[in-house]
C-alpha cells in the first residue's frame, strides 16, 4: 500500500509570508497531484508534475517533485487570504486509483 | 459545462438504515470514483466504476456498495449504517483511466450523518 504523508497538518500565517507544505512517501508514483480543497467544495486540481526533479509555477505557488520520485513539495509566495483551504497531494498507482495523503489546512489572515 | 454534480447536498440517517447517494459525472466522462472524507483522516479511497463495471475498490466493509448506470451517472449504497459513517462523501469523473495524468474533477459531495 503506497501511503502519502503530508507535513504540516495545519499552518496558520500573516497575509504576505510565505509557506511550505510537504508530501512524502516511501514509493515511488509515476506522478503527483496537488489539489486545493475550500469549504464546502470538492477538491480543484492545482497542478500535476511527473518527471523526477520538475518544478512547476502557478503564479504564486511553486511545486516540486523530488528526484526520486517519493515526495513534492509546495511553495507559496507572498501567501494572501485567498490562499486559504485544505491543500491535498494525491499519487495514482498503476490500476488507476488515486492515493491522497491527510491533507494541510492553510489558514492566511489578513 | 455543467460540473459533477451529487444528491443530495446532505443526508440525515439513523443507525442501521441504508442510505443511496448519487453523482452525475461531467459529459462525456466514463470513469466516476467515489472517496470518504472523515475529518482528520483526508480523502479514503471507497469505489471506481469505469464504462459501467467496478474496476477497484478500498479497504471498505460489502455494506458499501454501488453501481454505475448506462448513462454513466452512479450510485452509492451504504447498508446497516454506523455512527462512524458519517463523513463527507466526495465524487469525481475523469475522462479516462486516471493515469496519474488526467485529473480528477469533484463534486461538492453528500454530507452523511448518522445519528
Known sequence: TQLLEQSPQFLSIQEGENLTVYCNSSSVFSSLQWYRQEPGEGPVLLVTVVTGGEVKKLKRLTFQFGDARKDSSLHITAAQPGDTGLYLCAGADSWGKLQFGAGTQVVVTP | ?115
Open chain 2, 1 to 115: 459545462e455543467a460540473g459533477v454534480t451529487q444528491s443530495p447536498t446532505h443526508l440525515i440517517k439513523t443507525r442501521g438504515q441504508q442510505a443511496t447517494l448519487r453523482c452525475s459525472p461531467i459529459s462525456g466522462h466514463t470513469s466516476v470514483y467515489w472517496y470518504q472524507q472523515a475529518l482528520g483522516l483526508g480523502l479514503q479511497f471507497l469505489l471506481w466504476y469505469d464504462e459501467g463495471e467496478e474496476r477497484n475498490r478500498g479497504n471498505f466493509p460489502p455494506r458499501f456498495s454501488g453501481r454505475q448506470f448506462p448513462n454513466y451517472s452512479s450510485e452509492l449504497n451504504v447498508n446497516a449504517l454506523e455512527l462512524e459513517d458519517s463523513a463527507l462523501y466526495l465524487c469525481a469523473s475523469s475522462l479516462i483511466r486516471v493515469t496519474g495524468h488526467s485529473p480528477l474533477h469533484f463534486g461538492n459531495g453528500t454530507r452523511l450523518t448518522v445519528t
